[in-house]
C-alpha cells in the first residue's frame, strides 16, 4: 500500500527546510514559504478478535484465535512508534532463526554424518551438507519463530519468496490470459 499524498508533501516540506540552510535559487525558498502540509496519518491495527466468545465453543474459540494470529498485518506509517516496534520484531526473529538453525545443523552435521570444517576452510563434503540441511532448517524455524512473535503473514511470504528464488521451476508464474 502506497502513503497517501500527504506524506510525500511532509517529505518535501522537511528537503526543502533542510535545503534552506544552504544558499538556494528563489524556487526553493516559495517551498519555504507554503504553508505546512498536514501531518502523515498514522495507520491503525484493527482487532479481528471478537468482542465476546461466551456463545463459542472452544474448538471455535481456537480457531478464531488463530485466524487472528495469523491475519494479515496492517501497514503502519512509515517512521510512527508501530513501525518501529514491528521492523524490532522482525530483525529479532531474523537473528533468532538464523542463530537456531546453525546451532541445530552444525552438532548435525559433526555428531551423525561425521563431517567437520568451516565453510571457508573446507571440505566440500561440509559445505554442501551444511547448505543443504541449513536452508530447509532455516525455513522451517523462520516460519515458527515468526508465527509465534504474530507475523506469520510477513515471515510466509519470506520463506515463500526465499524458495522460489532457490527453486524457480517450482514456483512457475502462471501466463496472463
Given at each position: 500500500?502506497?502513503?497517501?499524498?500527504?506524506?510525500?508533501?511532509?517529505?518535501?516540506?522537511r528537503?526543502?527546510?533542510?535545503l534552506s540552510?544552504?544558499p538556494?535559487?528563489p524556487r526553493a525558498?516559495t517551498?519555504l514559504?507554503a504553508p505546512?502540509?498536514?501531518a502523515?496519518?498514522?495507520?491503525?491495527?484493527v482487532s479481528a478478535?471478537p468482542l465476546?466468545?461466551q456463545?463459542?465453543?472452544?474448538?471455535?474459540?481456537l480457531?478464531?484465535?488463530?485466524r487472528w494470529?495469523?491475519a494479515q498485518?496492517?501497514?503502519?506509517?512509515r517512521?510512527?512508534?508501530?513501525?518501529?516496534?514491528d521492523?524490532?520484531?522482525?530483525?529479532?526473529?531474523f537473528g533468532?532463526?538464523?542463530s537456531?538453525a546453525m546451532?541445530?545443523?552444525?552438532?548435525?552435521?559433526?555428531?551423525y554424518?561425521g563431517?567437520?570444517g568451516t565453510?571457508l576452510?573446507g571440505?566440500w563434503s561440509?559445505?554442501?551438507?551444511?547448505l543443504?540441511?541449513?536452508?530447509?532448517?532455516?525455513?522451517?524455524?523462520?516460519l515458527?519463530?515468526g508465527?509465534?512473535?504474530?507475523?506469520h503473514?510477513f515471515?510466509?511470504?519470506?520463506?515463500?519468496r526465499?524458495w522460489a528464488?532457490l527453486?524457480p521451476f517450482?514456483?512457475k508464474k502462471?501466463?496472463l490470459?
Amino acid at each position: 500500500a502506497r502513503q497517501k499524498s500527504g506524506c510525500a508533501d511532509q517529505r518535501m516540506f522537511r528537503a526543502a527546510r533542510l535545503l534552506s540552510r544552504l544558499p538556494a535559487p528563489p524556487r526553493a525558498r516559495t517551498l519555504l514559504s507554503a504553508p505546512r502540509p498536514p501531518a502523515c496519518p498514522r495507520a491503525r491495527h484493527v482487532s479481528a478478535r471478537p468482542l465476546s466468545t461466551q456463545n463459542m465453543g472452544p474448538n471455535e474459540k481456537l480457531l478464531q484465535w488463530w485466524r487472528w494470529w495469523i491475519a494479515q498485518e496492517p501497514v503502519y506509517a512509515r517512521y510512527s512508534r508501530e513501525w518501529w516496534v514491528d521492523t524490532a520484531i522482525k530483525f529479532t526473529v531474523f537473528g533468532i532463526t538464523g542463530s537456531a538453525a546453525m546451532f541445530l545443523v552444525r552438532p548435525l552435521l559433526g555428531t551423525y554424518l561425521g563431517l567437520h570444517g568451516t565453510m571457508l576452510d573446507g571440505p566440500w563434503s561440509y559445505r554442501l551438507a551444511s547448505l543443504l540441511l541449513v536452508t530447509p532448517t532455516y525455513s522451517l524455524i523462520l516460519l515458527v519463530v515468526g508465527t509465534l512473535c504474530g507475523k506469520h503473514h510477513f515471515f510466509r511470504a519470506t520463506v515463500l519468496r526465499m524458495w522460489a528464488r532457490l527453486l524457480p521451476f517450482l514456483f512457475k508464474k502462471k501466463p496472463l490470459p
